[in-house]
């Protein structure tokens, strides 16, 4: 009998070293993001944590003690990112319709302002990493029929572009490249993972592929040694792998919760949150 394959990673046990109460009222955390992968020289690591009262409370990364809360959203906050560059810049969007740019040395007030023109909510957004762009995904305009992504420039508030043909349902998911600025891919409830090439901001020419989920996005991703690949995972957990540059499906998993050939571990390497799979690559894998 054939010897079984190893997996790729080793497994890991994950145990719990410190926890903190975001709240002393009745609330749900909607979203974490650490600055500890920023390119920032003597910075103290920071937690953001955006809460369901729609405030975004800030914590020391090695002490859990709280070091801020920032008030200014309206609305659920649905994303949060610190700068690549600059540890105390946080960046938040909401379904307020906004993007809110935050300096952590001062907390009384956003420090930016997006607004997403027309007026739509915002679902998720990323900053790429020159921290030089925003992206954003909103939910769809009914009376539009038209789900935008947008696009700032972070010298200026005015929207730069969107785009209003790729995605024709709410856009749950942008992700920029960790590495390349212009590489770009968003996720729908429309089942699809649009990837772009943002270096002329023209629709048409920007998408490079179109990858097919079959049902709703929740997650996506780049990951690997060069991130060439790309992971989705939907909401009826069906998790699927590509490769970026050639839009192959390499991986696709029906039933992730049962199966032990993926075993996601989100990781905190170099400058991204890298998704490292434990899967074994067979040939029916795809």
Avoid at 96 to 118: G, N
Avoid at 157 to 167: C, Q
Wanted: a negative charge; glycine letters at 6%; charged letters at 20%.
């Amino acid at each position: 009998m054939a010897e079984a394959a190893k997996p790729a990673f080793p497994p890991h046990v994950l145990r719990c070293k410190s926890s903190f109460d975001i709240s002393g009222e009745p609330t749900y955390l909607f979203g974490l993001a650490s600055n500890c992968s920023c390119n920032a020289g003597n910075s103290s690591s920071l937690i953001a944590a955006a809460a369901s009262n729609d405030v975004i409370k800030v914590y020391s990364r090695e002490t859990l003690q709280p070091q801020g809360l920032l008030k200014g959203h309206e609305g659920p906050i649905t994303g949060l990112c610190f700068a690549h560059s600059s540890p105390s810049v946080l960046l938040s969007c909401s379904n307020d319709k906004t993007i809110r740019v935050w300096d952590l040395r001062s907390t009384a007030k956003e420090t930016m302002l997006f607004k997403a023109k027309p007026r739509a909510p915002l679902c998720g957004f990323d900053l790429n990493c020159s921290d030089l762009m925003i992206a954003a995904g909103a939910e769809l305009l009914e009376e539009e029929e038209v789900a935008y992504l947008f696009f700032w420039d972070m010298r200026s508030t005015k929207v730069l572009e969107k785009f209003s043909e790729s995605h024709s349902d709410d856009i749950l998911q942008v992700k920029f490249h960790p590495s390349q600025p212009t590489q770009l891919a968003s996720g729908s409830t429309d089942g699809l993972v649009c990837v772009y090439d943002i270096t002329e901001l023209n629709e048409d020419e920007a998408i490079t592929s179109v990858l097919n989920t079959e049902s709703s996005v929740a997650m996506l991703g780049y990951f690997g040694p060069k991130y060439e690949y790309i992971y989705g995972l939907t909401h009826t957990e069906t998790f699927h792998v590509w490769n970026a540059l050639e839009a192959k499906l390499l991986s696709n998993q029906k039933k992730v919760r049962e199966s032990l050939l993926v075993i996601p571990l989100l990781l905190l390497q170099q400058q991204q949150l890298c998704l490292s799979l434990q899967w074994f690559t067979t040939t029916g894998s795809a």
